[in-house]
């Protein structure tokens, strides 16, 4: 997909347009996973809608030529954490009488949308007035594995080891909270 | 161009936000935080296409570390009150005590 966003930007008028198709696919497939994921009422519905959106985000990734973080949000977001959630999800095996009974859940959503509606015309807003110059052309290595990698290991080598403790720290903590019938035994 | 990426971006973590305001299945508000971060993400890969550098690149990989150390407790916090409550509802969580 990356080669094919690369070649449309190089090529003519056409493959700019499929470049174009491909941005209006994976967005309206990541806004229709995103409204799936907050109006349906069984959390597994919504984790398989929300699954749909990562995909999606994989995609603009991909036309934004960000290659490394595209393979990551396949393998890391919609493959490990996805299935982490599921597999919890289907552990705790949901029936439909489980769930919350939400039945102004429409009228909270609606409510929801108005209040949220400002903050979101006043973000569109921000976003319009960013200068934006329309560079077509980038580099055929950015955002490769080596460059982002140099980057991540001298610029940012003190945040990737702080993160590292923090991945031991959230370790350490959900083996305290999770295993706490082994420890009382 | 970069403009639209920011858009989406935009409308992804309002969406989210309705999630988390309106919704009261812990899990369905648990996926929403994580679409929250999604859009922060695209902003960030958005904004490093439009500056040409790579810093937001490594800014969207420690985001997916956060969220995959968050997922990880989150969901330890959710199997433990789902034992004592019996229950999904975040109105039935509002007193942790006990």
Not at chain 1, 15 to 26: V, Y
Not at chain 1, 141 to 154: C, H, I, P
């Amino acid at each position: 997909m990356v080669h094919l966003a690369k070649k449309s930007i190089k090529k003519g008028a056409l493959d700019i347009m499929f470049a174009d198709w491909l941005f209006i696919l994976f967005t309206v497939c990541a806004v229709l996973g995103a409204a799936g994921l907050v109006s349906f009422r069984h959390p597994m519905n919504s984790a398989m809608s929300f699954v749909v959106t990562l995909i999606s985000l994989a995609g603009l990734y991909a036309l934004l030529s960000a290659k490394l973080i595209f393979a990551t949000q396949l393998i890391v977001y919609a493959g490990a954490i996805m299935s982490l959630i599921i597999f919890i999800i289907m552990f705790l095996n949901i029936q439909n009488e489980d769930l919350p009974v939400e039945e102004g859940r429409l009228k909270n959503m609606t409510i929801g949308a108005v209040l949220i509606a400002p903050i979101g015309l006043f973000l569109m807003k921000v976003v319009k007035q960013i200068p934006g110059s329309d560079t077509v052309v980038v580099d055929p290595n950015f955002g490769g594995v080596k460059e982002v990698g140099q980057l991540l290991f001298s610029k940012w080598l003190l945040p990737f080891e702080i993160v590292s403790i923090l991945l031991l720290v959230a370790l350490v903590g959900a083996v305290v909270l999770a295993g706490k019938r082994g420890i009382n035994k | 161009m970069i403009h639209s990426y920011l858009m989406v971006s935009v409308i992804l973590f309002c969406i989210g936000m309705l999630g988390v305001i309106s919704r009261r299945n812990v899990f369905t508000v648990f996926m929403s935080i994580e679409l929250m971060l999604n859009a922060a993400n695209l902003a960030f890969v958005a904004f490093s296409r439009l500056h040409e550098s790579m810093d937001g690149h490594v800014l969207a990989l420690m985001v997916m570390a956060v969220a995959a150390a968050e997922a990880a407790l989150a969901l330890a916090v959710v199997i433990l009150l789902h034992k004592h409550k019996g229950k999904l509802d975040t109105n039935v969580f509002s007193l942790l005590k006990g």
